[in-house]
Protein backbone atom coordinates (compact mmCIF):
# COMPACT_ATOMS: atom_id res chain seq x y z
CA UNK A 1 0.00 0.00 0.00
CA UNK A 2 1.30 3.18 -1.23
CA UNK A 3 2.09 5.87 2.18
CA UNK A 4 3.39 9.37 1.99
CA UNK A 5 3.78 10.96 5.10
CA UNK A 6 4.79 14.64 5.49
CA UNK A 7 6.79 16.37 8.28
CA UNK A 8 8.54 19.44 9.08
CA UNK A 9 6.03 22.20 9.04
CA UNK A 10 5.66 25.00 11.87
CA UNK A 11 5.55 28.44 12.35
CA UNK A 12 8.35 30.74 10.84
CA UNK A 13 9.02 34.86 10.74
CA UNK A 14 9.37 36.60 7.36
CA UNK A 15 12.45 35.65 5.73
CA UNK A 16 13.08 32.36 7.46
CA UNK A 17 13.42 28.62 6.33
CA UNK A 18 11.87 25.64 6.89
CA UNK A 19 12.75 22.15 5.40
CA UNK A 20 9.51 19.29 5.09
CA UNK A 21 9.67 15.69 4.81
CA UNK A 22 8.24 12.71 2.44
CA UNK A 23 8.42 9.93 3.70
CA UNK A 24 7.16 6.75 1.57
CA UNK A 25 5.78 3.54 2.64
CA UNK A 26 5.06 0.50 0.25
CA UNK A 27 7.01 1.80 -2.84
CA UNK A 28 10.39 3.06 -3.63
CA UNK A 29 10.34 7.15 -4.15
CA UNK A 30 13.24 6.94 -6.52
CA UNK A 31 11.54 5.75 -9.48
CA UNK A 32 8.32 8.19 -9.56
CA UNK A 33 8.40 11.48 -9.94
CA UNK A 34 7.28 13.25 -6.35
CA UNK A 35 5.29 16.66 -6.24
CA UNK A 36 4.94 18.98 -3.65
CA UNK A 37 1.15 20.78 -4.17
CA UNK A 38 0.19 23.48 -1.53
CA UNK A 39 -3.17 24.71 -0.65
CA UNK A 40 -3.59 28.27 1.09
CA UNK A 41 -6.73 29.13 3.14
CA UNK A 42 -9.19 29.97 0.59
CA UNK A 43 -7.70 28.95 -2.48
CA UNK A 44 -6.82 26.31 -4.96
CA UNK A 45 -4.19 24.20 -4.81
CA UNK A 46 -0.97 25.07 -6.37
CA UNK A 47 1.59 23.04 -7.39
CA UNK A 48 5.18 23.97 -5.80
CA UNK A 49 7.15 21.43 -7.50
CA UNK A 50 7.94 18.12 -9.11
CA UNK A 51 11.06 16.11 -9.34
CA UNK A 52 10.88 13.08 -12.26
CA UNK A 53 12.24 10.15 -11.16
CA UNK A 54 15.58 11.38 -13.52
CA UNK A 55 16.49 13.78 -10.68
CA UNK A 56 14.69 16.81 -13.25
CA UNK A 57 13.02 19.39 -11.01
CA UNK A 58 10.57 21.59 -12.34
CA UNK A 59 9.33 24.67 -9.92
CA UNK A 60 6.47 26.79 -9.87
CA UNK A 61 7.69 30.53 -10.82
CA UNK A 62 6.25 31.88 -7.09
CA UNK A 63 8.54 29.56 -5.34
CA UNK A 64 12.03 29.60 -7.97
CA UNK A 65 15.24 30.37 -6.31
CA UNK A 66 13.83 30.08 -2.94
CA UNK A 67 12.82 26.43 -2.68
CA UNK A 68 14.82 23.19 -3.43
CA UNK A 69 13.83 19.92 -3.58
CA UNK A 70 16.05 16.69 -3.17
CA UNK A 71 16.30 12.80 -2.44
CA UNK A 72 17.02 10.40 -0.23
CA UNK A 73 17.42 7.44 -1.71
CA UNK A 74 19.01 5.58 1.60
CA UNK A 75 16.05 6.96 3.78
CA UNK A 76 13.40 6.75 0.95
CA UNK A 77 12.56 10.26 1.63
CA UNK A 78 12.01 13.44 -0.57
CA UNK A 79 12.80 16.69 1.05
CA UNK A 80 11.96 20.61 0.33
CA UNK A 81 13.75 23.15 1.51
CA UNK A 82 12.15 26.37 1.85
CA UNK A 83 14.15 30.15 2.33
CA UNK A 84 13.38 33.05 2.04
CA UNK A 85 9.99 32.20 3.22
CA UNK A 86 6.98 35.29 3.22
CA UNK A 87 3.27 35.26 4.17
CA UNK A 88 2.28 34.12 0.47
CA UNK A 89 4.06 31.07 1.38
CA UNK A 90 1.72 29.91 3.65
CA UNK A 91 -0.31 26.71 3.32
CA UNK A 92 -0.64 23.11 3.80
CA UNK A 93 1.92 21.52 2.24
CA UNK A 94 1.16 18.00 0.32
CA UNK A 95 3.63 15.66 -0.89
CA UNK A 96 2.19 13.28 -3.70
CA UNK A 97 2.74 11.21 -6.50
CA UNK A 98 1.53 9.69 -9.65
CA UNK A 99 3.85 6.36 -9.75
CA UNK A 100 4.47 7.64 -13.10
CA UNK A 101 8.74 8.47 -13.82
CA UNK A 102 7.74 11.86 -15.16
CA UNK A 103 6.06 14.87 -14.08
CA UNK A 104 3.22 16.74 -15.41
CA UNK A 105 0.20 13.88 -14.49
CA UNK A 106 -2.22 14.37 -12.26
CA UNK A 107 -1.73 13.06 -8.70
CA UNK A 108 -3.38 9.95 -7.88
CA UNK A 109 -1.47 9.12 -3.74
CA UNK A 110 -1.29 11.71 -1.10
CA UNK A 111 0.35 12.14 2.43
CA UNK A 112 -1.71 14.05 4.92
CA UNK A 113 -0.58 17.24 4.56
CA UNK A 114 2.01 19.65 7.15
CA UNK A 115 0.87 23.30 7.85
CA UNK A 116 3.25 25.81 7.02
CA UNK A 117 3.01 29.22 8.45
CA UNK A 118 4.77 32.39 7.79
CA UNK A 119 4.05 35.07 10.67
CA UNK A 120 5.77 37.81 12.58
Known amino acids: QVQLVESGGGLVQPGGSLRLSCSAS????????IGWVRQAPGKEREGVVCISSGGTAYYSDSVKGRFTISRDKVKNTVYLQMNSLNAEDTAVYYC??????????????WGQGTQVTVSS
Open 96 to 109: ATNKRPGCGFRYDS
Open 26 to 33: GFTLDYYA
